[in-house]
């Protein structure tokens, strides 16, 4: 192991926003979730926070088990917060993470070229989530299993065997004050590893809780086991901004196309929107007239784009 992170102990790390990329991705393979200190300002939090709290106060009663009754959310976030876009969705640190976790990579034989196809991730879902008091805990799950990820039973991470082992990486970051009392994320460290059949479902006794300032972030692979906490106070609010991106070939959990309107798609900077899905998956995939699906934003361009191989 590289000197730097061979400073991290056991357990479950909470590290400093400059904290080299190359640690914090060690040691999500590691402990399959790590926390970051002060990732994003307050103030850009709380400017997200006003921008999607009409939508979360007006949110419609969860009917069904995954969330209780007190929590609401802002889903769509990113047709509603320029500055979540910016700050959380494209922040370089959870970028880095999801690009060498998530690109895939194949050969494949075409006529009688040996072609390389790089698929580079994009957003899965951009959603807030408050926990109001006496909100009970969520199931544990793995949030992996929206993409159908089989995954077998290993001792530790291996970069050559599990180089597609992982579907999607999330990025809770704190808008509130986080413990574990008002229903911080609970969360099983090292299930990331754990294989899809195992016989028992997951013990909750096995679980860590997040405990964050607002501005700090807790990245985690998609495959480990957790869930919204207990919210156990009378009068405390949990709020977090919750992302999620994916392999690019995959099937968005939260269909960026449909969720956040076109004009105000539009608007956002283009860095944005290739990676909300208005780009293509190389070698083919999400083309519109046969180009690249950027055009739609861009009319005027698109109509001196040229067909070509992929
Ligand atoms: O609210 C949380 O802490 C986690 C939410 C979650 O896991 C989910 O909605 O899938
Ligand atoms: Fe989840």
Known sequence: MPAARATYGEGVQKVP?????????????RDGGVFIKGLVSEADVDQAYDDC?????????WEG???????????????????????????????????????????????DEFKESVSK????????????????????????????????????????RDVNRE???????????????????????????????RKTPPDVNLCEYADMEKGDAFIMLA??????????????????FSTFV???????EENQFLAVPQEVAGKLDRDIQEYMGYSLSDPACGTVEQV??????????????KYQDF
């Open 121 to 160: 991730p994009y957003v899965h879902s951009c959603t807030a989530m408050r926990i109001g008091p006496g909100g009970k805990a969520q199931p544990l799950h793995r949030d992996d299993y929206i993409g159908h990820n089989i995954l077998a039973e290993v001792d530790s991470w291996d970069d050559e």
């Open 167 to 197: 579907t999607a990486i999330g990025m809770f970051v704190a808008g509130s004050t986080v413990t574990k009392a008002n229903g911080g994320t609970q969360f099983i460290p090292g299930s990331h590893l754990w294989g899809s059949h």
């Open 223 to 240: 495959s480990c086991f957790h869930g919204g906490g207990t919210n156990s106070t009378t009068d405390e609010y949990r709020m977090i």
């Open 246 to 252: 994916t392999r690019g070939y995959l099937r968005q």
């Open 53 to 61: 709290r009409e939508r979360m106060d007006n949110d419609k009663v």
């Open 65 to 111: 088990k995954f969330f209780p009754k007190e929590t609401q959310r802002a889903p769509g976030l990113l047709g509603l917060s320029p500055t979540y876009a910016r700050t959380q969705v494209m922040n370089p640190v959870y970028r880095a993470v999801c690009d060498h976790f998530l690109t895939t990579r194949t050969w494949n034989w075409w006529g």
């Open 292 to 305: 690249d699906p950027i055009y739609v934003l861009y009319p005027d361009q698109g109509a001196v784009a």
């Open 17 to 29: 926003a400059d904290a080299p990329v190359e640690d914090v991705i060690a040691l999500l393979k």
